[in-house]
C-alpha cells in the first residue's frame, strides 16, 4: 500500500525522506490534480443555479461579485508576490512538519487511529493562523486544478493574470515548502531517533500509510 496523499507537496516530502517510490510521484501528482479538477467540476455543477443568480451570468475573477476564489486562491490587496510566496513556503513546511511527527512511528505520535484527526486539526490551526494573506492554499493540486477549471468553464484566462500573476505561487510555494518541511524533520528529529524495536506484524502498520489531506 502507498497510503492516500492528496497534496503533491506532502508526496514530494515522502519521496526525500524515501518512504514514496520516486517512479510513483509523477503518476500521485496527476491523481491529485484530476482529482482536484473533478471536485470543482462537482463543486460548479452542484451549485450552479446559485452561481448564474449571483453572477448574473457574469462570472468574473476580480471585484466585488468575483466569484472565480470560491475554487483557487487569490492574494490580499496588501500581499506582495514575495511575502506570498514565503507565506506558503512556511505554511506548507509546517504541515509537512506535523504531518511526520504525527505519522513517525518512531515517535509516541497520535493514537492509532488518530492520525487523519490529528492531521486535520492541524490544517484548520494553519488556517487560522495563516489564512489572511491568501487563504492558506498550502497544495498545488488543490489551487491549480480549479483553476484550470475557472479557465475553461466561463472565468477564462484572467485566472491567470489576476493578482500579478498570483497562480503560480500557490504552486511552486508549497514545493518549496514541502521540501523544507521533510529537510528540517530529517537534520533535526529523524537523524537522532534511534531505530524502533521490533515488533509485532500488528504493530508495525507503517503510519505513512494513513496519511490523507491536505
Not at 516530502?13 to 524515501?18: C, D, F, K, Q, S
Not at 523544507?180 to 506484524?201: S, T
Request: net charge neutral.
Amino acid at each position: 500500500r502507498a497510503g492516500a496523499h492528496v497534496n503533491p507537496a506532502v508526496s514530494l516530502a515522502m519521496v526525500i525522506l524515501g518512504k514514496l517510490p520516486l517512479k510513483k510521484f509523477p503518476v500521485y501528482v496527476v491523481a491529485q490534480f484530476l482529482g482536484a479538477f473533478a471536485g470543482s467540476c462537482a463543486v460548479f455543477g452542484l451549485y450552479y443555479d446559485a452561481l448564474m443568480d449571483y453572477t448574473g451570468g457574469d462570472l468574473a475573477v476580480t471585484g466585488e461579485n468575483a466569484t472565480a476564489n470560491i475554487f483557487a486562491s487569490y492574494p490580499a490587496k496588501h500581499l506582495s508576490v514575495l511575502n506570498g510566496f514565503v507565506d506558503q513556503v512556511i505554511a506548507t513546511g509546517a504541515l509537512v512538519l506535523c504531518i511526520l511527527a504525527i505519522t513517525d512511528r518512531k515517535n509516541i505520535g497520535a493514537p492509532k487511529g488518530m492520525e487523519p484527526l490529528c492531521i486535520g486539526l492541524t490544517i484548520m490551526a494553519i488556517g487560522v493562523s495563516m489564512g489572511l494573506n491568501c487563504g492558506y492554499p498550502i497544495n498545488p493540486a488543490r489551487d491549480l486544478g480549479p483553476r484550470l477549471f475557472t479557465a475553461v468553464a466561463g472565468w477564462g484566462m484572467e485566472v491567470f493574470r489576476a493578482g500579478g500573476c498570483w497562480w503560480w505561487i500557490p504552486v511552486a510555494g508549497p514545493m518549496v515548502g514541502g521540501a523544507v518541511g521533510a529537510g528540517i524533520y530529517f537534520l533535526f528529529i529523524d537523524l537522532h531517533q534511534p531505530e524502533p524495536q521490533k515488533q509485532d506484524d500488528n504493530n508495525v502498520q507503517d503510519k505513512y500509510e494513513i496519511i490523507a489531506m491536505t
